[in-house]
């Protein structure tokens, strides 16, 4: 089951993405009515940033901004204190660099993995699947996430380009099109 908060603009056309291409998908969002046409279309609602961690084996964020990512992380009913040891968060959000070392140590210290995955691109791209997503993390939790090509889509790691990004978090970053990923294939 993949978890996603932040249905804003990118948040909500990066869900159904995912959601159209097959997967299991909770969702939350401060206002609800934003969920309305994934809810209809067959994700499921969580009532907190809480309920969907306890049912995400991946969560995904895509908020407005370090204290939109602070409010649903540690807020009331927020994430962080209930994802289990082993899941991954992966937040999409465009943060500054010493935020996203301070949630990476977070996550750490909670034995939750964590990558960084800011995105290039606007609504439309991602509405067609094809932001940019500057990912730092691990790479083995990066393979969890990567775009595969069961969806039929052409083969976007063939567009690999690893360079260094300056996000101390971050032991290896890569940019990376996830044309398939948030189109086709999420691998959780
Ligand atoms: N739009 C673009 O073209 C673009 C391109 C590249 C990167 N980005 C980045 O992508 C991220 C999302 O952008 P967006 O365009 O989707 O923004 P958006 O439409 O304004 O959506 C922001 C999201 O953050 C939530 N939020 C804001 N403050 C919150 C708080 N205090 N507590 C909980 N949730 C809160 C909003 O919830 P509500 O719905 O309840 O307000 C909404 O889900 C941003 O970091 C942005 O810089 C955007």
Same mark, same amino acid.
């Given at each position: 089951?993949?978890?996603?908060?932040?249905?804003?603009?990118?948040?909500?056309?990066?869900?159904?993405?995912?959601?159209?291409?097959?997967?299991?998908?909770?969702? &939350?969002?401060?206002?609800?009515?934003? +969920?309305?046409?994934?809810?209809?279309?067959? !994700?499921?609602? $969580?009532?907190?940033?809480?309920? +969907?961690?306890?049912?995400?084996?991946?969560?995904?964020?895509?908020? $407005?901004?370090?204290?939109?990512?602070?409010?649903? +992380?540690?807020?009331?009913?927020?994430?962080? &204190?209930?994802?289990?040891?082993?899941?991954?968060?992966?937040?999409?959000?465009?943060?500054?660099?010493?935020?996203?070392?301070?949630?990476?140590?977070?996550?750490?210290?909670?034995?939750?993995?964590?990558?960084? !995955?800011?995105?290039?691109?606007?609504?439309?791209?991602?509405?067609?699947?094809?932001?940019?997503?500057?990912?730092?993390?691990?790479?083995?939790?990066?393979?969890?996430?990567?775009?595969?090509?069961? &969806?039929?889509?052409?083969?976007?790691?063939?567009?690999?380009?690893?360079?260094?990004?300056?996000?101390? $978090?971050?032991?290896?970053?890569? $940019?990376?099109?996830?044309?398939?990923?948030?189109?086709?294939?999420?691998?959780?």
């Amino acid at each position: 089951m993949i978890g996603f908060i932040g249905l804003g603009l990118m948040g909500s056309r990066m869900a159904r993405n995912l959601l159209e291409s097959g997967y299991e998908l909770i969702v &939350h969002n401060r206002t609800k009515e934003k +969920a309305a046409p994934l809810l209809e279309a067959g !994700a499921k609602w $969580a009532n907190s940033p809480k309920e +969907a961690a306890e049912q995400a084996d991946v969560l995904f964020t895509m908020l $407005a901004h370090p204290k939109a990512v602070e409010a649903a +992380a540690f807020g009331e009913n927020g994430f962080l &204190h209930h994802l289990s040891p082993e899941k991954l968060w992966v937040d999409c959000s465009t943060v500054d660099p010493s935020f996203t070392r301070q949630m990476a140590e977070e996550a750490r210290k909670r034995g939750i993995h964590f990558l960084d !995955a800011p995105v290039s691109g606007s609504v439309i791209p991602a509405e067609k699947g094809e932001l940019v997503f500057f990912v730092g993390g691990d790479p083995k939790d990066l393979k969890k996430v990567e775009p595969v090509e069961c &969806h039929g889509e052409s083969d976007p790691l063939s567009r690999r380009k690893w360079q260094r990004n300056s996000h101390e $978090a971050c032991r290896e970053s890569n $940019a990376r099109s996830f044309n398939g990923s948030f189109r086709g294939g999420c691998c959780a």
